[in-house]
């Protein structure tokens, strides 16, 4: 775009909203977070002093930040590996579908505007111990469930809520990008004799990586992020440490232990960690571009 | 189709459908469990089947209130979502249109700067930075008001990014021949650009309509009086009361009610919905 407006202080009028907002409710306070992570506060405010880097010291020692680390990761792999290769699955099948894909289409992606912590509640009626069909029908089995006792059944309950709200989008995903891959190929491949399983395998799989690897990287920041209401709405964290992933930990910290320099501590950790992943996601695009 | 596989299409069809029933499982146990009372949980199995008490629950939980703690009636929460959904949706828009209008369209001093600072905001969700952004709405007394609802919320690196792209793929000419016509820059985004991006903004307002209405921690965070309950939000507070005394079905029923407006706008509006995923994620 070389073609502009001459004008001096018009630009600046329209850009202000968004920067007046962006200065105050996110560079405002995450300023402040950074500030607070070198500091330690008691619990009613009242007086502070400079610790440097003794919150993050204190932190790196506990090991019940390293257990939110493990929940984080078993948590973010669980919900994105099930969520990638079901939605995988279904998509290619409906890609096979000329008539009627449409109508699939609808019926599998509106758990997507399903907010998570509505997915929750939902999963946990169904796993509830005392009364929910499929945590009868397991006990029925002789699997013993519990997720208000047992750690592990706890985790299998939030991944579940949070993957089944995500399938829809890798689902939508998947499905354009198998429409992407030009028909010519996969007629020459079945004219050279490559049955489905092969032409899947062969062709369409390798062609598909890109979406994949972009809908890896979405998932496990979904993950990340975006899950908090699953987890408070069901589990709290718990039983124990269980369910206790880092965004979780900042928040419980923060606002039910109230220490203050420890969940700042936390917040710097997590926004270097969005940043990585950001960069790891800009960079990605730019390939995706040019494939 | 390359060549005719019965078999193939049959599992096709078969695998579909048993994802879509294990998709739709929670929904079917949701509807049937609200329409018993609250007496008929917590003994042996949720019911599986249709009772006759739907009236009498959907009754109590849209005009009388929610239930389980939660004293204001649905409607009134369902009310508060739509506030802060579509105040959110159309503050984004608005904010990010004109930005990216600046930063396109302008040459001034700190412009790559004003991009940048906009960027950031991409790498900080309200989730990492939970307690300090409390504080600063805490200070502007905006607990408990529509203002901090959405406020806080509407700025928009995503949209941004997507406007400047949509102004950037714009023809010179366009430019040209409008301030030969004597056009002004006003008059050019008004007359010109906005007609252009219709479709651009009206697919972001659906996936931005969808984002604000699913808000769950920031309203959980700082509103406190009932009057301003978010539907979302208050689904916490529902399921927070000691365990024998949850009333699944008054529970069950706010959970359809607070899912319905979003997943009618994903469904009816498919099309829109899809192009705005696709684009808001380049």
Known sequence: MTVTFPHKTLPWLLVAPQ????LVFFL????????????QEDAFGLSREFVAFENFIELLQDPYYYNSIGVTL????????????????????????????????????WPYAVAPALAGVLWWILFDPAQGPIALWLEYMGIEWDHFVNGGDAMVLVVIAATWKQISYNFLFFLAGLQAIPRSLIEAAAIDGAGPVRRFWDIVFP??????FFLLVMNIVYAFFET???????????????????????????????????????????????GLMTVVQFRFIERRVQY | MIENRPWLTFISHSVLILGIIAVALPIWVAIVASTHPAEAFGQGSVPLWFGNYATETWQTVLFSAAGNGVDVPVWKMMFNSLVMAIAIAFGKIAISLISAYAIVFFRFPFRSLCFWLIFMTLMLPVEVRILPTYEVVAKLNLLNSYTGLALPLIASATATFLFRQAFMAMPGELVEAARMDGAGPVRFFFDILLPLTRTNIAALFVILFIYGWNQYLWPLLITTDDAYYTLVMSIKRMVSVADGAIEWNSIMATTILAMLPPVAVVIGMQKMFVKGLVDSEK
């Open chain 1, 228 to 274: 908090f209401g699953v987890i408070d709405a069901t589990t709290a964290g718990g039983p124990g440490q269980s369910t206790k992933i880092l965004v979780y930990k900042v928040y419980e910290d923060g606002f039910v232990g109230l220490d203050l320099g420890g969940s700042a501590a936390q917040s710097v950790i997590l926004m270097m960690i969005v």
């Open chain 1, 19 to 22: 920067l007046l907002v962006t």
């Open chain 1, 207 to 212: 062609l598909l990586s890109p979406t994949a």
């Open chain 1, 74 to 109: 078993v948590f973010s792999m669980a919900v994105a590996v099930s969520g990638l290769s079901i939605a995988l699955v279904l998509a290619t099948m409906a890609d096979r579908i000329i008539r009627g894909q449409m109508v699939y289409q609808t019926l599998l992606i």
């Open chain 1, 28 to 39: 405002w306070p995450a300023g402040q977070a950074i500030e607070q992570a070198f500091y």
